[in-house]
């Protein structure tokens, strides 16, 4: 359970990587060695493209690595952000898959799922967007925070 205790002591934790999962800002941060990194990767807008409308899947909010810097700010600070971009090649079980593990799992119903995915090719090129955010612990002065977008 990402939003309760983690097993984890003060402090213990060199590196810490969350992809595409719940952020508990407060457990991250007490988690988190005093030069520890914690490594977030978000999906962009451009995630899966090729599949939210004819899949009827969720898009992904434009605002979702600024909200996300708020939800972790109190305890953490954005040392840098960037995008990475990349085409894969899905079969029909990949496609499955995908929608199956995401949010969109819960929108779309698996029969409709089924009849959407039999009218596409046997592969389909998607692309894969995702932006790889770091953040340490929140020092004393914020001098050396990068703006949001920046990379070190």
């Known amino acids: 359970d990402a939003w309760g205790p983690l097993p984890v002591g003060d402090g213990a934790a060199d590196l810490v ?7 508990n800002g407060a457990e991250l941060g007490r988690i988190l060695a005093p030069d520890g990194v914690l490594v977030v990767v978000t999906p962009t807008p451009d995630h899966l493209r ?10 992904v909010d434009p605002d979702k690595p600024a909200r ?12 840098s952000a960037a995008p990475v971009e990349f085409a894969i090649t899905l079969d029909h079980a990949d496609l499955r898959a995908v929608v199956g593990m995401g949010p969109s799992a819960h929108h779309v119903g698996r029969a409709a799922l089924a009849d959407r ?3 596409l ?3 389909v090129s998607v692309t894969v967007g995702v932006t790889v955010q770091t953040f340490g612990r929140r ?11 920046s990379s070190a």
């Open 139 to 149: 020092q004393a002065s914020s001098s050396s925070r990068l703006p949001h977008g």
């Open 50 to 59: 090729e599949l939210v409308r004819v899949l009827g899947m969720v898009t």
């Open 117 to 119: 995915i039999s009218s």
């Open 121 to 123: 090719p046997a592969t």
């Open 17 to 23: 990587l969350s992809v595409f999962a719940p952020r």
């Open 68 to 79: 996300l810097e708020a939800q972790l700010e109190p305890y953490l600070e954005a040392v």
